[in-house]
Structure formats: C-alpha cells, structure tokens
C-alpha cells in the first residue's frame, strides 16, 4: 500500500489553502510548502512582479518546476497556487503520486476574504475583480472538481477540513479524474465507508440498496450502512442480470419516492454492480450511485469505468448504457468469503489488465501466482499484495477510461480476451464464470496473435502458463454451433471482420479487425469438445 504520499491543497484564491495547509500538515507530521513562497525566494520578487514582468506562461513553468521539486520531500503538504493543476497532464499525473484536496467556497465568500490582502495577479487589472474572480473559478471548474477531496471551506472550519482531508489521505485512495463527474475508489475497510455513503444522500434513506442473497447472508456488514428507503435482494448468478430483475429495482425505488437526489447503492459482484448501475442510469434519467463490490472481479473490473448492462437472450451485455458511480468502495476483506473458483476468475480480469496495459502488474502476478492462486484466509500472509494488485489494475483501468471514456480508442484494450470469452460465457449458458470465459477468450486472442504475426511466441508462452498456475481454463466444453452463434452478434462484429485486442508485447495491445475465417478457427481452438 502507498505510504507517505504527498498531500497538494488545490483550489481558488481565497479558499483557505494558507491556512489549512500548516494545520494539515502538523497533523500528519509533514512539512509544509507554500508554492507561491517557495517561487517568490528562487526569483527574489513577488508573485505579481513576475507576472508583470515574464507573463503569464513563464509563471506557470516556475510553477510546474517548483511543484514537481516540492513533491520530491512526499512527506510534504503543498498549498499550490490556483492555476497550479489547470494543466491536465500535470493534475493527472499529481493525482496518481499524491492526494490532491480541492478548497472551495462561494465566489462572494471567496471576494470577501481576498478584500485588502495581497495583490492577485489574475485580478489586479480587472474593472470588476468580482466579476472576474467567477471568471477565473467557472474556467476552472473541471479542474478543481478533478480531486481525492473537495471540501466547502464556507461551510467547515479549518479543523473540520483537517480531519476530514487527513482521514482520506490515510486511506490513499485513486480518482477516475472526469471532471465535474470525477469519483474516487478506496481501498479501505467497508466499517470506514458509512459516512462517506451518508454524505451521498440528500436525506436520510434516500435511497434504494441493491445486494444479491448471498451477500446479505454471509456479511452482516450490510445492516451497518446507512438505511435506505428501498432494499432489493438479487438471485445469485449471471441470469440473475436480466431486464426482469431491473424492473424489480425501478419499481421498488419509484415506489419510495424516488427522485432526481435519489442513491442507488450496490453491495455484491459483476453482476449487481452491473445490474444495479444499469437501473441508476434509467431511474428518472439518471440518479447517482456507489458501488461497494464484494468480488474480486467487481473489484478490478464491473464496479469502475462506468459501464452498466443487463443480458439479452441474443447475448451478453446488450442493453446498457454508460453511467459513472459517484463512490467506489473495494474492501478486499470481502473476498476472504469467495469460493476459489470465483477468486480465480477475477485473478483473470486482472491478469487481462496487465497483459494489455501494465507489464510491471504482470510481472507481479507471474512471481507470485502461487499466492494469488487461491482466495485469502482469515489471517491473510498476502493481504497488502493482493491489495497491491488490485489497486493496479484499477489504476490502469482509470488511466485507459480518463482519456478514452466511451471505448473509442485505447479502452478497447480493455476487451483482451472478451470477444470469444463472451462467446463461450453465452454458449455455455452461464455455467462457466465471466473471468473463466476471459482467461478462455485470452488464450484464443494469443494464438490468434501469434498466426497474425503480431504476438511474440514467447509472450503468448508465458501467459497461457500464467493461466494454468492461477488455476484458471484454457478452454471450454461447450458447442461450437452455439458459441459461433453468440460471437457473431458480438457488439465488435463489423460486416465480414469481427474486432479482437491482440497482445503485441508486456503491457501492451492493439486493436485489429480479423477476418471471419480466422475468429472461427480462433474459438474452435479453445473448445474442448463440441456437440
């Protein structure tokens, strides 16, 4: 797990980041850096002369540089400047090294407070500095939003936003930066996620809690969050995903009373985190919800990036829609309750991320596959590797979904191994595990790979011996008639080709349009025996 992250106090001027940053940073037992001081000392003159004199542009590279120098010490609170994250490629790379808390306030509260204090540079000339300064923070919106924290420092006090900013950073938690629509996902013990739940609801029990039988059976953790005005059990199982068992959430919320503020929390795996999203992107158009995944696939895969579905008898996934949570809460502790075959299937989703995105994550589950083989015991000897690999592989999910979030480009990586695998998932109607069909789908993607010319040998060598020392299939027993059937109502099919995402080397994938020919001899190398 991360230890001694940096912490960067962002926001507008005026929000209070020079007088939370020194509190924040006693707390923690950090140093403290102002930004704007530590630049003023290297040019030897004030922030507004430097303005004047080199513009601009040449302020924001001192930033950049100062920042970047300043993180170095990450026992360290910065209160930066409120221009220093605008730059995207900075803020998200700042946001996955340290955690980064946006104070705000009203812009009459934020006018009042900068009355008579020093110069703003940005405000210094303007005919209506108010007028300007909601200017200034309405350009930034997204940026601020982009955030582990954003706290109203109108409405706390210093020591209110102390404890609050110290308690999430403690936690380390990583953000899907979005926008106005950014969340974050922690990798926390679910005791801690009560009050950031009952923060999300607009009153008490303004909300809808979705779980599956199994999970309200065996974790009584589920009467330790906040009461909701709905509560709808789920069927355990994949046919549980279906149109009829939506109906059930919509009509159990709008008979609560649901509204637009309404909160749709979900409590289980794939498929109610699924299903559950599914019905919040629906419901009056669209509410919010949180995801709190109990399996190791939701946790890595369903609960972030924002795609939600139902199945089809046509096939798997067919009716969705993209809708983000507002809260994702992994707790890997839930896992310790997962039959081994269901711990191996999500060890699938993550070995998928790897090979098509993050060569250092499979570096990690090929040494020590042997400890990620099997669920964890109650007094886990791997719990801070197996968290360690969750968090990768959602950090690596984030960064594909920030800059591709509606799978036009380099999110479709995160489909290795999903075209046949989904194929085999249908074909087997559902008897075979999601991440088992995944594991299937990789391993016929590799060999197709490898006959196109575009997977090195060796690498598809050492991934199928990958999947054999998790325990996981390299092929399936079900009809090929069948699965021929599904794969060519695949969402990826396009006329005469059909879209696979074939490894080209340790982290990294590409997209490719195959020809019919070859996807059919592809599944037909992965079925282990037709009928």
Not at 312 to 323: D, I, Q, S, T, Y
């Amino acid at each position: 797990m991360p230890q001694d992250r940096p912490l960067v106090l962002s926001g507008p001027p005026g929000s209070g980041k020079s007088a939370t940053g020194p509190a924040l940073a006693a707390r923690l037992g950090y140093a403290h850096v102002d930004l704007d001081a530590l630049i003023e000392f290297a040019a030897g003159s004030p922030v507004h002369e430097i303005f004047a004199r080199e513009g601009e542009a040449t302020f924001r590279a001192w930033e950049r540089d100062a920042l970047t120098e300043a993180l170095r010490g990450r026992r360290v609170v910065v209160s930066a400047g409120g221009g220093a994250l605008v730059d995207r490629a900075l803020r998200r790379e700042v946001l996955r090294t340290s955690t980064v808390v946006t104070l705000t306030a009203p812009v009459a509260v934020l006018a009042e407070r900068l009355r008579g204090g020093p110069v703003r540079p940005l405000l210094a000339d303007a005919p209506d500095p108010v007028a300007r300064l909601a200017s200034l923070v309405e350009a930034r919106r997204e940026a601020y939003a982009e955030a582990h924290l954003v706290c109203d420092t109108s409405r706390a006090t210093v020591d209110a936003t102390v404890a609050r900013a110290a308690a999430v950073h403690a936690r380390s938690p990583l953000v899907m930066p979005l926008g106005e629509r950014s969340y974050r996902v922690e990798v926390a013990p679910i005791d801690a996620a009560r009050d950031e739940l009952a923060s999300l609801l607009s009153s008490p029990k303004h909300g809808t809690l979705v779980t599956d039988r199994k999970v309200a059976a065996l974790w009584p953790t589920v009467a330790a969050l906040p009461a909701m005005a709905a509560r709808v059990e789920l069927p355990t199982g994949e046919r549980a995903k279906s149109l009829a068992q939506l109906a059930r959430v919509l009509d159990a919320s709008l008979a609560a009373g649901a509204d637009r503020r309404w909160l749709v929390a979900c409590l289980g795996g794939g498929v109610v985190s699924d299903l559950a999203g599914f019905a919040a992107a629906t419901l009056l158009r669209g509410v919010r919800y949180a995801s709190l995944p109990t399996t190791l696939l939701a946790m890595v895969d369903a609960s972030v990036g924002g795609k939600t579905a139902v199945n089809h008898a046509r096939g798997k996934n067919l009716v969705g829609a993209f809708h983000h949570p507002s809260l994702v809460w992994i707790d890997p502790a839930f896992t310790r309750t997962l039959p081994r075959r269901d711990w191996r299937a999500g060890m699938a989703e993550a070995l998928k991320v790897a090979v098509a995105l993050d060569a250092s994550l499979l570096a990690t589950i090929e040494r020590h596959a042997h400890a990620l083989r099997d669920p964890p015991a109650e007094r886990d000897a791997y719990a801070d590797l197996r968290a360690s690999v969750i968090r990768a592989a959602v950090q690596a999910k984030i960064d594909v979904v920030a800059v591709d979030e509606r799978e036009s480009g380099p999110r479709m990586l995160l489909n290795f191994g999903h075209t046949v695998g989904h194929a085999v998932e249908s074909a087997s109607r559902y008897k075979l595990r999601h991440g088992e069909c995944v594991a299937i789908g990789m391993a016929a993607a590799l060999d197709l790979g490898v006959r196109m010319g575009v997977t090195p040998v060796a690498l598809r060598d050492r991934v199928v011996r990958v999947i054999d020392a998790l325990g996981l299939p390299p092929r399936a027993a079900v009809s090929a008639p069948a699965a021929w059937e599904f794969l060519t109502h695949d969402k990826k099919r396009d006329g005469a080709t059909l879209r696979f995402v074939l490894a080209t080397g340790e982290g990294s994938a590409i997209v490719r349009d195959v020809p019919v020919a070859e996807a059919r001899r592809a599944l037909r190398g992965v079925i282990a025996q037709a009928s």
